[in-house]
Structures are given as structure tokens and as C-alpha cells.
């Protein structure tokens, strides 16, 4: 029987954003939108609370290594 529900896989990784850091150079939303988005002041915003979906683990830790600020930090248990 078909169904309209999809699984979505998640992983243990989760992201913390350190908003006090951030400057806003937006290389987050750039390398990975689905995950951060940008607020009225151009400073990064989170766009997923929790578990980080499988398919955007490896833009999370693009995101992360890519921050000139070290605002990004990604845990994986
Ligand atoms: S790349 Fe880092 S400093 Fe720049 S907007 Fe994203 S979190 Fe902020």
C-alpha cells in the first residue's frame, strides 16, 4: 500500500551555534541553506533544532570548517 509518508534518516550529529561569535559573513547559508538561514542583521540563524538530517551532514561540517569565526561546532555521538 503506498503511503505519503517519507522516512527521513538522522544522524546523531547535532550543531551548535555560537550567535555571540558570529559575524556575519553568511558562508554558512551559503555552503548550506537548508541548515542556516540568515536573521534581519545578517547573522546566522539555525534552521533545524535537533538531529541533522543524513544528506546535510557533510554541508554541516562544510559549514563549520568554513566559519572564519569558529562560531559553528558539530557533535557527533
Ligand atoms: S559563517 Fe560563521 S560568522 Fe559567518 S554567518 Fe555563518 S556562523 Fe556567522
Do not use: W, Y
Not at 25 to 33: E, F, I
Amino acid at each position: 500500500m503506498a503511503t505519503d509518508k517519507q522516512a527521513i534518516r538522522v544522524s546523531p550529529m547535532k550543531i551548535h551555534l555560537n550567535s555571540d561569535a558570529c559575524q556575519g559573513h553568511a558562508r554558512c547559508h551559503a555552503l548550506a541553506p537548508r541548515l542556516f538561514g540568515l536573521n534581519d542583521e545578517a547573522l546566522a540563524v539555525l534552521l533545524i533544532d535537533g538531529d541533522i538530517p543524513a544528506d546535510l551532514e557533510e554541508k554541516a561540517r562544510l559549514a563549520a570548517r568554513r566559519c572564519p569565526e569558529f562560531a559553528i561546532e558539530i557533535s557527533e555521538e
